[in-house]
Structure formats: structure tokens, C-alpha cells
């Protein structure tokens, strides 16, 4: 059995097929799917989701690029709903920044303070967080380090920077999806063995992020056998076991 501990179910590309997208993936052994909250405007879409499905579970959260959309209080009204697992998905990207100086302190302010909120918000609430970093590590591992609490979570699409390997002594497990098969993955892959087999985990992100032999295509949940595959070559373990082993470590962090 695998776990798709990241993929965008709500996304409007699986609007007209979700359902056979979910029968896929459980042909191909994949069970049980958490989808990230992103934006507060495709939270309820989520919820319903998992309200249908009995497989699919759901976190509250704020992409940094939504941190504009962010409300406290709108996310405390799904919060302890029983397919709740995490908070997130929630974290710091200056990938896409603002040209002027004085425009990029303005955004990496409002996003360091969305991000810090929600990790309270996971403290306060016992729940694990979805954590996402891009082009941001030293500030992502200083906040988390600061704030965070013995939940932890994990760190989603994990991006090889290994001083996010401190976290994992914090109780964060790291994402593992799709990039991990591209030809252009070699930072990944040579990070990868220093990751605690006991801390690591599979995703998609679906429909984004399309492992290979499938690049260009929309990407979806039964897929995540591409990124098991990978996984067991490189751990040197059969992939059965490689399936076995992460989702015990989703079972344990997210408690489903």
C-alpha cells in the first residue's frame, strides 16, 4: 500500500474525472490521500472531497504565494474536522519576488508572519505541518527551529538543501516525489541516501511535478509508483518494502 501524502485533488484539472483518477491510483496501490490546503478559496472544494471519499483526507493551510488570502479565523472553522490531518500546506518562497528592495523586504515580511501563524496554529492544534520551501531554506529552518513544536511535519518536495536534514531530529519527515525521476535530479539524488529511511515519504503533488516516463503530462496519484520505483533503487531495498516502510512513517506523522 502506498500513501499520496501531497496531491491537489481540488485542483479544476481533475473536476471531470476524479473519481477515475482515484480508482487508478487504488489499481496501482496507492490507498489513502491527504490533500494540501493551498488557498482558503479551494478549502471547502477539499473538505468535500474528503467527505466523499473515505481514502482522502485533508490539511488547512496558505501557500506563501496566497499569503494575501490568509485568515486565521476561516481556517480555525475546518480545523477539527475528523479528515484534518495537518496544517499546511504553509511555508516561505522567494522564488517570485517583487524588482525593488524595498518591495521583496514587504513580501518576505508578510510571508515570515502567514508562515509563523500557522506554525502556532499546528502547536496549538497537536497536528503535524505540510511544509513548502523554495529558494528560502535558512529562513524556513530558522522559523521552524524557533517555533515549531514536537509534531513536527513534513517538508514537502523536499529541495535537497541539506541543512533542512537538521529538522529531522525535530520529528520532519521529507517529501520525496516525482523531481526524484527527472535527469536533472542530481543534487537530489545524491542528498537522497543521507535522508532516515524512517523519515521519509512519497508524494506526487499532483498535477504538477509529473515523474518520468510521464514529463508533460497532468500528474496524478497512481503515479506515485514511479516515485516508489525510484526510491527502491537508489535505498537499495525492494520496492514492496519501500512501499511498506514510508507508509508506516505517513501513518505515524499523520495519524491515518
Do not use: W
Request: proline share 5%; charged share 30%; aromatic share 8%.
Amino acid at each position: 500500500m502506498i500513501i499520496d501524502t501531497h496531491c491537489h485533488l481540488d485542483d479544476m484539472r481533475y473536476n471531470d474525472d476524479l473519481d477515475d483518477v482515484i480508482h487508478r491510483a487504488r489499481q496501482n496501490g496507492v490507498e489513502k490521500f491527504i490533500i494540501p490546503g493551498a488557498d482558503p478559496q479551494s478549502l471547502e472544494r477539499a473538505v468535500q472531497i474528503a467527505e466523499q471519499h473515505d481514502s482522502v483526507y485533508f490539511a488547512v493551510g496558505v501557500h506563501p504565494y496566497d499569503a494575501g488570502h490568509y485568515n486565521r479565523s476561516y481556517l480555525e472553522k475546518f480545523v477539527e474536522h475528523p479528515k484534518c490531518v495537518a496544517i499546511g500546506e504553509c511555508g516561505l518562497d522567494y522564488f517570485r519576488l517583487p524588482e525593488s528592495e524595498e518591495e521583496i523586504t514587504a513580501e518576505k515580511k508578510r510571508q515570515k508572519e502567514v508562515f509563523i501563524d500557522q506554525i502556532l496554529l499546528a502547536k496549538e492544534q497537536k497536528k503535524p505541518l505540510i511544509v513548502h520551501i523554495r529558494d528560502a531554506s535558512a529562513d524556513s529552518l530558522e522559523l521552524l527551529q524557533k517555533y515549531a513544536g514536537e509534531e513536527g511535519g513534513v517538508l514537502h518536495c523536499y529541495n535537497a538543501d541539506e541543512s533542512l536534514l537538521k529538522l529531522a531530529d525535530r520529528n520532519f519527515y521529507y517529501g520525496i516525489g516525482g523531481v526524484l525521476t527527472f535527469k536533472n535530479a542530481r543534487k537530489l539524488i545524491n542528498v537522497y541516501p543521507k535522508i532516515p529511511q524512517e523519515k521519509l515519504l512519497i508524494e506526487t503533488d499532483a498535477p504538477y511535478l509529473t515523474p518520468h516516463p510521464h514529463r508533460g503530462e497532468r500528474n496524478e496519484p497512481a503515479y506515485c509508483t514511479f516515485v516508489a520505483e525510484k526510491m527502491s533503487e537508489l535505498s537499495g531495498m525492494p520496492c514492496e518494502k519501500m512501499e511498506t516502510l514510508t507508509t508506516e512513517n505517513a501513518v505515524r506523522l499523520f495519524g491515518i
